[in-house]
């Protein structure tokens, strides 16, 4: 059974660092892609970064693009997120997904964590 766990968030200052972590099961990284994902409070969900099964291409959305860097660990099965230079806007619960990389574009995946709580504040 597929499933993913997140970890990592808490609270950060502005300008703070932090890494998520999404530990999958069920599956390898080489099978199906994995992304990021976060909604904050009254907005809709919207997708951060991912990472393709097939050749490790990266994506990011461009309010991170040079912030945020996605990777991951084959042996460990585990994707992270490495967040920099956080801002307020980056407030959001952060859920990993996974499914086919379609599927991660069109914030259509199959397969979601629960998420985990990301506040940015002083």
């Known amino acids: 059974q597929v499933q993913l766990v997140e970890s990592g968030g808490g609270l950060v200052q502005p300008g703070g660092s932090l890494r998520l972590s999404c530990a999958a099961s069920g599956f390898t990284l080489d099978y199906y892609t994995i992304g990021w994902f976060r909604q904050a409070p009254g907005k809709e969900r919207e997708g951060v970064s991912c990472?393709?099964?097939?050749?490790?291409?990266?994506y990011y959305a461009d309010s991170v693009k040079g912030r945020f860097t996605i990777s991951r660990d084959n042996v460990k099965n585990t994707v992270y997120l490495q967040m920099n230079s956080l801002k307020p806007e980056d407030t959001a619960v952060y859920y990993c997904?996974?499914?086919?990389?379609?599927?991660?574009?069109?914030?259509?995946?199959?397969?979601w964590g629960r998420g985990t709580q990301v506040t940015v504040s002083s």
């Open positions: 997904a996974t499914g086919p990389l379609r599927t991660i574009l069109s914030n259509t995946a199959p397969y």
């Open positions: 990472i393709s099964s097939s050749d490790g291409s990266t």
